[in-house]
């Protein structure tokens, strides 16, 4: 009994063997066509992540910022020369010699101030013999006046012996003839009459030439003093005691001084077309010299011109400032400083965002569908970092802050994200 159970245990292990054993096999055929199966769809997944990502690669990426407006109160820094509100030249107005010299350059000099003295031995024998003149035009006329007075007195004794004639000839005391020659002496004596008054008229023009004569020549001899036209400083100086002296400005004639009114003082700056509508007289402006670095003068728009210079597109505008204490000289390199409001401020950008090729300026803007949109823009002044853009931009538009040469118009293009590095937020 005991070993038909040992034989039949046997046989019930053998057969539970060989069926754990088929399942196996079972599994593992099934395990390898799913594996068969799966393979080609792994690699259609595999095919379909490495085209994707290239696609990706093949899109540039870029960098965006938007643009910025500008302060409505701006500083405007330009370059002038400090020039005198008056400077002129002096030169002589009658030859001769200098006799005495009064100022040198430097001199503080006030208005009437006679600053040197002309020896004219010239125009002194010229107002003697013009004074000469005078006088025997003078006499001339009395010697005319003289004349026409007896030629009047004989024409009325020559009126009043006719019409003692005519009352004879009515009583026939006297002939015809005699009463014709009486009225031929009054006619004669008429004749006698115009002819020294016109004597007279010519006389008394002759004095009144000879008087304008030695006036203008007295007045010329007042010019023997030199003074100065108006309070200032002598500047330059060409002549010293005993210097030929020629009248007149002409080409090769020296001015004897130069002086400039330096109390006042005015700078003439070039105003860019920008600021044109904000330069207006009046407007408030620092004056700042290297000299004194520590220190501005204050000074205010004087004027400005009329049109603006078709080459710079600028604007001349004139300020004026009081030079206290005579600290600046004229000739002196100054900046001049303007605190401009703009009621429309411009649009600032990097300079970097520009495209500066054959055209106009422009920028690249990135749309909503992340296509690029070239701009032409209207630009203003340059910081070197940074420009103004006054046309052609909206703050909503969002700019390539460094466009390459090789990007095209319609080009998709993919925005930097935060994780990599680069937000594109307003500045």
Do not use: C
């Not at 001339?140 to 026409?148: D, G, P």
């Not at 020294?196 to 008087?211: F, I, L």
Request: no cysteine; aromatic share 4%.
């Amino acid at each position: 009994m005991a070993t038909r159970w040992n034989l039949l245990q046997n046989i019930k292990d053998k057969g539970l063997a060989g069926n754990a054993r088929g399942i196996i096999l079972t599994l593992i055929g099934l395990l390898v066509l799913g594996t068969i199966g799966m393979a080609p769809r792994l690699w259609r997944e595999r095919q379909l992540r490495a085209s994707v990502k290239a696609v990706d690669t093949s899109i540039p990426l870029v960098a965006v910022g938007f643009p910025t407006r500008a302060p409505r109160i701006t500083e405007v820094v330009l370059p002038g020369s400090i020039q005198a509100v008056q400077e002129t030249a002096i030169y002589a107005r009658v030859d001769g010699y200098l006799k005495r010299r009064l100022v040198n350059i430097g001199d503080q000099v006030q208005n009437g101030q006679v600053l040197a003295e002309v020896d004219t031995p010239e125009l002194d024998q010229q107002l003697y013999q013009a004074r000469a003149t005078l006088a025997q035009a003078t006499s001339a006329l009395q010697q005319a006046r003289a004349t026409l007075q007896h030629n009047e007195t004989q024409l009325e004794y020559n009126i009043t012996n006719l019409d003692r004639w005519r009352t004879m000839k009515e009583r026939d005391l006297v002939a015809q003839q005699d009463l014709d020659d009486r009225q031929v002496l009054v006619k004669s004596g008429q004749a006698d009459v115009d002819a020294a008054r016109a004597n007279v008229a010519a006389a008394e023009a002759n004095v009144t030439a000879n008087k304008a004569n030695v006036e203008r020549l007295i007045n010329l001899q007042s010019f023997q003093k030199v003074r100065a036209p108006f309070s200032g400083v002598i500047t330059v100086r060409n002549v010293d005691n005993g210097a030929l002296i020629s009248a007149g400005s002409s080409a090769n004639n020296q001015p004897l001084f130069r002086m400039a009114q330096t109390d006042s003082l005015r700078i003439f700056v070039n105003v860019p077309q920008t600021f044109m509508v904000s330069m207006q007289p009046g407007l408030a402006a620092e004056i700042a010299v290297r000299e004194f670095p520590r220190r501005t003068f204050a000074a205010q728009v004087a004027g400005v011109s009329g049109a603006l210079d078709p080459t710079s597109r600028t604007l001349l505008t004139e300020v004026h400032m009081r030079n206290e204490g005579n600290l600046l000289r004229p000739g002196v390199y100054a900046d001049v400083k303007f605190h401009l409001t703009r009621s429309d401020p411009p649009f600032i950008i990097p300079a970097s965002a520009l495209i500066i090729r054959s055209a106009s300026p422009q920028v690249a803007i990135v749309g909503k569908d992340h296509k690029l949109r070239f701009q032409v823009v209207h630009l203003g002044r340059d910081y070197g970092s940074t420009v103004e853009v006054l046309e052609g931009l909206s703050d909503r538009d969002q700019l390539l802050l460094a466009p390459s040469d090789d990007l095209q118009e319609g080009e998709a293009v993919r925005i930097v994200t935060p994780s990599a590095g680069a937000k594109p937020a307003r500045s």
